[in-house]
């Protein structure tokens, strides 16, 4: 005999079967049983507040003010607040009400009772069923339910007849357990096969007469998500970059439907742990929501070493006779870019730095070498009109002037300057024309001279010596003012003090320095390589290769 269950009650879960559930929100009750059957209905009223408190539970008949009878012999009665049909009869089928009484209040509630008869040939209704539903892949259970109230005098399990499809026999199938104690089937691998009607029954003994319950649900097997293969989580044949020396958890993550899937580590065909006895790997496994299960496996490397970047990490876990496996590598982090440019910025400034230094140092030493190497792109041009590439100026010797202005002015430079660097010179006092007026002859020299050099000495007795002061203010002006002709000044010893010195010498000197001649006064020969006279080449015009002899034509 069948029993019990609103509509809503079908769908679902056996908890929801029980008696003491939420059933105040059902309007009316339904309720079935097989005919034939005993059932024994529980007031839907009875939610467990009440239960705690004093009350009076009373069965009627639809519309009938004589409560149901609590004699035990009759076929329907009341007892212990449940409505007893043993066993049901076809006309039984109706409504029938529960009132719960307390101190202060009571309440009603009708349910409906529906005594059914089986289908033609089968054991059960097709519409009188338990709705169950187990998720593939996973274990499973089938339940019989409501027998709580069923069993015999000795509190017994009774012993429980199971059908499927109204066929005994199917539970040979290995992956099918009888779970006796919960009146249930325990199915441990569910297939889309387990789907179906499955009728259990046992036997009911009351008053001396034996009876049959059964019940039939209809078993969902719902496809689970779980069904899944199970995927690597992490690693996914990649690499991560780490330091040499740093910390590193390297993890294995695999999700999946099942339990119990052992990932491990492998290098180089070896087990972490015996790879390296450092490596320590430890097994982790942990549930999710809707049955996913993360195993997982990790081990610490606690400090990189150059062999493990050598070695390709594998994970492994074997499914279905089947092994899958991933891996990931280390690798050398390679240098941030933002270092690099800042970095590389450094050492670029630091370099400019370092170039501008050289050139400070060596810039003489350069230009002249560029000149050398690279002369035809630096010299100036020898289409200038010029004829003398310096015009010297310098003190002529007195008895009472010490220094030997002479031999420097007339042998040590022409020397160097002519004859090594191939200059040409306009020296006052060799090149001048007897008979020519002095001033108009500076003048048109000066001007025919790419640069004037202004031999100096420190004693100033030596400049009044000078043949004609005029001549060199005049040498100094035109230089400056009119063509911009650059002026060298050739100290020949250290001049302390340029305070009696003509303003425009003084002006010369705190705009081009001066150039201070360290070297005897010897006629032996003199190099052109020392750093006096390369400081002198460098303020001297570049020279084109061969371009001297196209100017031997002096006027
Ligand atoms: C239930 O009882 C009410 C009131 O007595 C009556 O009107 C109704 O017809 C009854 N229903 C059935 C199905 O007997
Ligand atoms: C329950 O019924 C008994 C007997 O009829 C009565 O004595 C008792 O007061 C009732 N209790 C309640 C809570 O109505
Ligand atoms: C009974 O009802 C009265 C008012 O109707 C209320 O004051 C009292 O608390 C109630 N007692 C219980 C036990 O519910
Ligand atoms: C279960 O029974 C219904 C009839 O109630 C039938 O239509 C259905 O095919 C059965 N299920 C299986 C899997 O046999
Ligand atoms: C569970 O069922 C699946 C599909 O039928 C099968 O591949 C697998 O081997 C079964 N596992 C066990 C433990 O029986
Ligand atoms: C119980 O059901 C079984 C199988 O349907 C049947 O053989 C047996 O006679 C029934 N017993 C009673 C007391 O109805
Ligand atoms: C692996 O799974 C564990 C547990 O779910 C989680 O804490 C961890 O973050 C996962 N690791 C990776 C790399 O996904
Ligand atoms: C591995 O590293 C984790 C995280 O740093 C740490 O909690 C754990 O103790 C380490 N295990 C071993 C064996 O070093
Ligand atoms: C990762 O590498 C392993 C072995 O090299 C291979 O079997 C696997 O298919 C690879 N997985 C992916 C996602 O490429």
């Known amino acids: 005999m069948h029993k019990m269950t609103s509509t809503f009650l079908l769908i679902g879960h056996l908890i929801l079967l029980t008696p003491l559930f939420s059933a105040e929100e059902c309007v009316i009750c339904n309720y079935f049983v097989l005919v034939g059957e005993p059932t024994a209905i529980s007031c839907p009223i009875i939610t467990l507040p009440m239960l705690h408190s004093d009350y009076n539970l009373t069965w009627y008949k639809n519309g009938s003010n004589t409560p149901i009878t609590t004699e035990r012999r009759a076929r329907i009665h009341q ?15 109706g409504l029938y009400e529960c009132e719960v009484r307390s101190l202060n209040r009571s309440k009603q509630k009708i349910i409906n009772l529906k005594v059914f008869k089986n289908d033609n040939d089968m054991c059960f209704n097709g519409e009188m069923k338990y709705d169950q539903i187990v998720k593939s892949a996973n274990s499973g259970k089938i339940i019989c339910p409501d027998l709580e109230n069923f069993k015999d005098e000795d509190n017994i399990n009774p012993e429980i007849h199971w059908y499927k499809e109204c066929k005994s026999g199917f539970l040979e199938d290995k992956r099918l357990v009888l779970a006796e104690g919960e009146n249930a089937i325990l199915i441990l691998n569910v297939t889309v096969q387990d789907k179906g009607n499955y009728t259990c029954r046992m036997v009911y003994t ?40 740093s910390h590193v958890v390297m993890e294995c993550n695999v999700s999946s439907g099942v339990y119990g899937l052992l990932p491990y580590w492998q290098v180089n ?25 993360v195993s997982g496996t990790k081990f610490n490397i606690s400090e990189v070493k150059l062999k493990d970047y050598a070695y390709k990490f594998f994970c492994h876990f074997i499914y279905d006779s089947q092994e899958f496996t991933s891996y990931i590598k280390l690798e050398h ?28 140092i060596f810039k003489i030493d350069i230009v002249l070498w560029y000149r050398s190497s690279c002369h035809p792109l630096l010299g100036e041009k020898v289409s200038d009109g010029k004829i003398y590439d310096a015009y010297v100026l310098y003190p002529k010797n007195r008895e009472s002037c010490l220094y030997s202005s002479d031999i420097f002015a007339l042998k040590i430079l022409p020397e160097v300057l002519e004859r090594q660097c191939g200059y040409k010179l306009f ?15 500076t003048d048109e020299k000066i001007h025919q001279s790419r640069r004037v050099i202004i031999i100096l000495v420190p004693e100033p007795s030596c400049y009044g010596i000078l043949e004609d002061a005029s001549e060199k203010h005049l040498a100094v002006y035109n230089a400056l003012i009119q063509d911009g002709i650059k002026i060298i000044l050739i100290e020949l010893e250290k001049i302390e003090d340029y ?16 150039i201070r001649w360290k070297g005897d006064f010897s006629e032996r020969s003199h190099s052109a390589s020392t750093r006096f006279w390369k400081k002198v080449r460098y303020h001297m015009p570049s020279r084109k290769q061969g371009s001297s002899s196209g100017f031997h034509l002096s006027p």
């Open 427 to 441: 020296i006052f006092g060799r090149n001048d024309l007897a008979g020519e007026a002095v001033i108009s002859i």
């Open 333 to 360: 982090p390679v240098q941030n870019i933002q270092g690099y440019l800042i970095g590389g910025g450094f050492s670029l400034i630091f370099l400019l730095f370092l170039i501008l230094i050289i050139y400070k």
């Open 79 to 93: 007892r212990k607040g449940l409505l007893w049909f043993i066993p049901a009869t076809l006309e039984d089928s």
């Open 269 to 293: 065909d070896e087990d972490v742990d015996s790879f390296d006895s450092t490596y320590r790997e430890q097994f982790y496994e942990e549930g999710l929501p809707h049955g996913i299960a």
């Open 206 to 245: 009351y008053m001396g007469k034996q009876y049959n319950v059964s019940r039939t649900m209809n078993l969902e097997v719902k496809e689970s998500p779980l069904k899944m293969r199970p995927e690597f989580i992490y690693p996914n044949n990649n690499t991560i970059e780490v330091e040499l020396g």
């Open 499 to 514: 305070a009696n010195m003509p303003e425009s010498i003084k002006y010369v000197k705190q705009k081009y320095g001066a």
